[in-house]
């Protein structure tokens, strides 16, 4: 089950539109990302990798160089991009060349998330591990090898990021979050309701460091004005014909 919501600064619901776009590939998608309105990648199942340069209406095929499916993709411009699924794969030249770098495979474990906070900065989520590069993701360190389940990077300005997650299983449902408030070079864990400790996050944005809205195992929506202190639920999505 996918959920998909925006939220505006008054809460205000306005009627959306949505567009079906064409895509080169019948293999599910995993991960989209947009740098720019126009400019966006994308990757997915067996290899899927693709990207656009007029905001989706046409949708190239890249080869990485690998088969398996890649899970997460971020790009910092229209040349420098990210793919991963165990090890990380960049291009410097809009895709038509990809190196594996970073020797982070060796360590395991899927790369659930990226983001990078300039060319040479930036952040992963790999096996519930977080790790920081500081030179365009050549080299990584360990910054936070808390043993969570939390596997959502959500970046916001104010050098703000949080971590979210959880899980759904073996009769346990838990949910988790965790907060840097120096572009990930420190962590700590959040202490949260027990309404949303006991239900897995499944996702998050944020508006600002301060406004973010997260939805649960059990379609609840919450939002947080004080940078995730305290949450109010705002609506429950129900689901039929």
Known sequence: MLIVFGCSKSDVVK??????LETPTTNELTDIYF?????????GSFGTLLKTDDA????????????????SVFAVNDDEFFTSRIGLYKTINSGVSFNEIGDIGSFGATISD???FNLQKGII????????????????????????????LEVTDNNTVYLAGGRTYDLINEGELHKSLDNGETWEKMNLPDEIAHSQITAI???S?????????????YKTIDGG????????LTFGP
Not at 35 to 43: H, I, M, P
Not at 56 to 71: E, H, P, R, T
Not at 229 to 236: G, H, P, T
């Open 15 to 20: 009627e959306s539109s949505w567009k079906i």
């Open 35 to 43: 740098s720019s309105n126009s400019f966006g990648v994308a990757c």
């Open 56 to 71: 989706g209406k046409i949708w190239q095929n890249l080869d990485a160089g690998v088969g398996y499916s890649f899970m």
């Open 114 to 116: 990226i983001h990078f």
């Open 125 to 152: 989520d790999k096996g519930a591990t977080v790790y920081l590069t500081s030179d365009g993701g050549n080299s990584w360190v360990p910054v936070y090898p808390y043993e969570s389940y939390a596997r959502i």
């Open 205 to 207: 944005d944020f508006l």
């Open 209 to 221: 460091n301060q406004t973010g809205y997260i939805s649960t195992f059990e379609n609840k929506i």
């Open 229 to 236: 202190e305290n949450w109010i639920m705002k609506a429950i």
